[in-house]
Every structure is written in structure tokens, then in C-alpha cells.
């Protein structure tokens, strides 16, 4: 028996609904009218009416549900993740090497767990949502390859990367990025089918609930490592290294999974979760109270900015925090906003509505403020991989921002929370997409060929792989200068020539004049300025 026709035929008589709803719980179909309302609430989103059905029966699955906790499944799978990074934490067996193709020098510069702990994680994570929500197995099986794939590639294509400072750049932003596919992949499995605006929202708001809880389990656990540690100090016993690292990466391991299966009920859609009962709504309400803050914060910051214009444009500190408080303003955005409206009074949707528009106006400025900058700084200097990765994350961000901000000035505020959803649904999909882009396109984009400087002093090649261009050299008896490029050593004619291409006197490296020597002469620069001298 279906209930669709009856349900759009009467979706805007209340009284014929409820009807339809008593008749159907009568017969033991009450399954049959939900699928039917979800149906029908997709096809007009926009009927009050079917939207008020939606909420009062999701609500009334959460709370049929209850709140009983997979532990047969997130006990085992958490001990499991623990046991996997703990091995995986030996830093003497498990690290990640840089190593200068041409001389052959080592320098250990990440723990490996470091880069693997959140691709190993969320597909532990997958599986829970798998086994303990009956969910495919297909989709857990194509996540875990997909970021085992992703894993591989940046470990295989990381040593092609040049100069050496690249490569750390890009071993540094793949923590980040590994992290957020490894996110989207958990994504994929929560969601299932069910890939609209509303539960990716959902998906989005619970992952910002249990990185609050996993922050609070990792105090709770970082002080019972101290006290424990402490007493065994107290008696002069000094626990072995294996002990330590089996309560900080095996804890971290086995937090993950709890966090997780505390707030997420992995048999329900995102968009099913209780958002409006203990922490889920601590922390909503924490966000909220933060969100006037953060507006006042930004307003007194907009008004100092004239008077110190130019700091972020000259100072890499500053523009880094510029950064990292763009991404919390994101992260309070989803917090402050509910999934479901209906814990909210039409007053307080108002003011909270107001607040959502002012933040994102005000970042959205201060989004612009720092791309700027960024631009700025690679514009007089050089395009590197932490500039290129965050000159996209900015412009997402911007993007999110401006969305926001669209969607709210055509939707109205009847209709402003699903317009918010839909503006960071798409902004998940913008961060994936461009977390991909960054593992892909920068070890191609900021791939070197050592053969070019093989032949060359070895003081020469070792700077060639440690620095990024513009390389330039000079000798202590000599007052010329010389640009590495290509294998070859390019006379810079004159001061006026330094200066008019943008080179910068600390990057001037010395050199012995027998390896300047030894170096083959190139074009000069300007080109034709003459036969260049002897160093």
C-alpha cells in the first residue's frame, strides 16, 4: 500500500493527514507513511506543512531508537585502531625519510602514523558504520581502497617533488588533506544514498560533535597519562618508551572509535540523529553563545585593520592565524546552526538568523583581506605548495561565505535554514574536490629533474636541492652574482638588473669560486650583456 498520492493530494490539510497517519499506524504501515512523507518532502521541500511531518517523524524515530550504543562493535574495532597506531608509532621503524637524489643524504622529517593515522582510522571508523548500521560492504571496501590509493600516491610520488623543501611542504599539507578524504570517506558510508543537502548538513554538524567529544576524551585521557606517569616517577620506575607510545597513539586510536559511536547511532540517516538532547546540545548551544562574541571580535578587528593595513601582507605569522580563524568561523557557522529547527522558537530562529548573515559578512571580508595578502606574498616572491594549497582553500571559504549570504537574500526567513544547509552541503563537495586537486597536481606541479645538476660541484647540488628558486650564488673574492638555472650559472649584469628582477639580497647563497667555476656559463641576464666574468 502506498501513501504518496494520499499524502501530496492533502498536503495542505492538516486534518487529513493526521487522519491518514492514525489509519496507517492502525494497519501496521506507519513504515510505508514515513517513506511516503520523505518522498513527498522531497518533491515540494517547500510545503510547510510536509516539512513539519518530516521533523515530527524523524523525531520520533530518534527517540523510538534510543540511545543504545553499538559497543559490541566500537570496543573491538577501537581496540583494533588503537593496536594498528601503536605499531605504526615506532618513529625508529615508521618514518618518513627525504632523501637528496643526487648525494644520497637522509633527513627523518615525519613519523609515519602521523600522515597514516587518519586514513587508518577512518576506514576502522567505515567499518563500524558498515557492521554495526547494515550498511554495503561494497562502499566500505571501495573507501578503504580509495584511501589506501591516496596514501600510496603520496608516499610514491612525494620523493619526484623538488627541492627539498617542497617535498616536507607537501608532506605537511597531506596530513591535512589525507585527513579530509579520509573524512569524506566516512561521509560516504554514514550517507549512503542519501546524499541531499539536509544530510550532508547532518553529517557535518555530528563530525563537528564528535571532534568536541574526542577533544574532551583526549584531555580526560592526557591527564590520566600524567597522574599515572607521575606516580611511577614518584618511585623512580621509568616507564618504556612501548608504554608511552601504547598510551598516546593507542589511546588517540581507541578515542576515535568511542567519540564516534557516543553521538553517532550508525543504524540512522545524518539527517535522523538526535541533535537536541545532552551534548549534541551543549555544544549547539556553546556555539551559539559564541557566535555575538565572534561578531564583536570581528567588528573591533575591521576597525583596526586600516591602521595596520599592511601586517599580513609582511608578516607569514600573521596571515597564518588570518587562516586558522577563517576555518574556526567556518567550524562555528555549522555549530550555531541546527539541523532541525523545531528546539528553536520563531524569535530565536530570527536572531539567529541575523547572526549567521552578520558572521558571514564579516568573514566573508576578512576572507578577501587575506587572499589579498596570500596573492600579495606570492606575487612578490614565489609560487610554493603551501601557498597554492591555501590559496584555494581561502577562495572555498570565500566561496561558502558568499553562498551563505546568496541563499539567505532568496530564501527569506521562512525559509533560511535549508538555505544554509544547501550553501555548506556544496561547500563539502569544494573542499574534496580541491583536498584531491592538492594530493594529485602538486607533486607534477613542483616536479624537478635532478639530471639537470648532477654533473655540478657538490656544495652546488645540495643547494640546488635544499633551496627553491631563484637560486643565487656568489664567491667570497668576487663581487658577481650568479642565477642557478637549468645546470648552468647565469651572470646578473648589475645591481639595477638584481633589483628590477626581484631577487632579494638573503637569498644570495655563498659558494667556493673553484664550484662557481666549475659551473657552466648560461645566458646572461638581460641576455646578450656581454661574455660574463670569471669568478
Request: proline share 6%; glycine share 8%.
Amino acid at each position: 500500500m502506498t501513501y504518496l498520492p494520499t499524502i501530496l493530494q492533502h498536503a495542505s490539510n492538516p486534518e487529513e493527514l493526521e487522519l491518514s497517519y492514525q489509519q496507517a499506524v492502525k494497519a501496521g504501515a506507519e513504515a510505508d507513511f514515513t517513506a511516503a512523507i520523505e518522498t513527498g518532502y522531497a518533491q515540494a521541500g517547500d510545503n510547510l506543512l510536509l516539512a513539519a511531518w518530516h521533523y515530527r517523524l524523524t523525531y520520533a524515530m530518534a527517540q523510538a531508537r534510543g540511545r543504545a550504543v553499538a559497543w559490541g562493535w566500537a570496543l573491538p574495532l577501537g581496540l583494533l585502531n588503537a593496536l594498528l597506531l601503536w605499531i605504526l608509532s615506532d618513529d625508529q621503524r615508521f618514518n618518513l625519510k627525504v632523501v637528496n637524489p643526487l648525494t644520497g643524504e637522509m633527513v627523518t622529517f615525519l613519523p609515519l602514523v602521523v600522515l597514516m593515522a587518519a586514513p587508518i582510522s577512518a576506514m576502522v571508523l567505515a567499518l563500524f558504520l558498515t557492521a554495526a548500521g547494515q550498511q554495503r560492504w561494497r562502499r566500505w571496501l571501495a573507501v578503504t581502497l580509495g584511501l589506501a590509493a591516496s596514501a600510496a600516491y603520496a608516499l610514491l610520488l612525494f620523493p619526484h617533488i623538488w627541492p627539498r623543501v617542497f617535498q616536507q611542504q607537501y608532506l605537511s599539507l597531506m596530513v591535512l588533506h589525507l585527513g579530509l578524504l579520509a573524512w569524506a570517506g566516512v561521509g560516504l558510508v554514514a550517507l549512503g544514498r542519501r546524499g541531499d543537502a539536509e544530510n550532508r548538513f547532518a553529517f557535518l554538524a555530528k563530525s563537528l560533535e564528535a571532534f568536541v567529544v574526542a577533544g574532551l576524551l583526549a584531555i580526560a585521557g592526557g591527564l590520566f597519562t600524567v597522574i599515572t606517569f607521575g606516580l611511577f616517577n614518584a618511585l623512580g620506575i621509568q616507564p618504556p618508551e612501548e608504554v608511552v607510545r601504547l598510551f598516546v597513539a593507542g589511546g588517540g586510536g581507541l578515542i576515535v572509535l568511542v567519540a564516534v559511536a557516543l553521538v553517532y547511532d550508525p543504524k540512522a540517516e545524518p539527517a535522523q540523529q538526535s541533535f537536541d538532547e545532552g551534548l549534541s546540545k551543549l555544544v549547539a548551544l556553546l556555539m551559539r553563545l559564541l557566535l555575538p562574541l565572534t561578531v564583536a571580535v570581528l567588528l573591533v578587528y575591521l576597525a583596526f585593520i586600516p591602521f595596520n593595513w599592511r601586517e599580513p601582507f609582511e608578516n607569514r605569522e600573521v596571515l597564518v592565524v588570518f587562516n586558522a580563524m577563517l576555518f574556526a568561523v567556518i567550524a562555528l557557522l555549522v555549530g550555531a546552526t541546527p539541523v532541525q529547527g523545531g528546539d528553536l522558537s520563531q524569535r530565536g530562529q530570527s536572531w539567529l538568523r541575523r547572526g549567521v548573515i552578520a558572521l558571514a559578512g564579516l568573514a566573508l571580508l576578512v576572507s578577501l583581506y587575506a587572499l589579498a595578502a596570500i596573492l600579495y606574498r606570492t606575487a612578490i616572491d614565489r609560487m610554493t605548495p603551501n601557498r597554492l594549497a591555501f590559496i584555494g582553500w581561502n577562495m572555498i571559504n570565500i566561496t561558502i561565505l558568499a553562498l551563505v549570504l546568496f541563499h539567505q537574500a532568496r530564501a527569506g526567513r521562512d525559509r533560511w535554514l535549508p538555505a544554509v544547509h544547501k550553501a555548506f552541503a556544496a561547500g563539502t563537495v569544494l573542499y574534496i574536490v580541491w583536498a584531491l586537486v592538492g594530493l594529485l597536481a602538486l607533486p607534477w606541479l613542483f616536479r624537478g629533474d635532478p639530471a639537470q645538476v648532477a654533473g655540478l660541484p657538490v656544495r652546488i647540488q645540495q643547494l640546488a636541492y635544499e633551496r627553491s628558486e631563484p637560486i643565487l650564488l656568489k664567491c667570497p673574492t668576487s663581487p658577481h652574482i650568479y642565477l642557478l638555472e637549468n645546470g648552468q650559472k647565469r651572470w646578473v649584469k648589475d645591481i639595477a638588473t638584481f633589483e628590477a628582477q626581484g631577487y632579494r639580497w638573503n637569498d644570495v647563497q655563498h659558494v667556493s669560486c673553484s664550484d662557481l667555476r666549475a659551473t657552466p656559463d648560461g645566458e646572461t641576464i638581460p641576455p646578450g650583456a656581454g661574455p660574463p666574468p670569471r669568478p
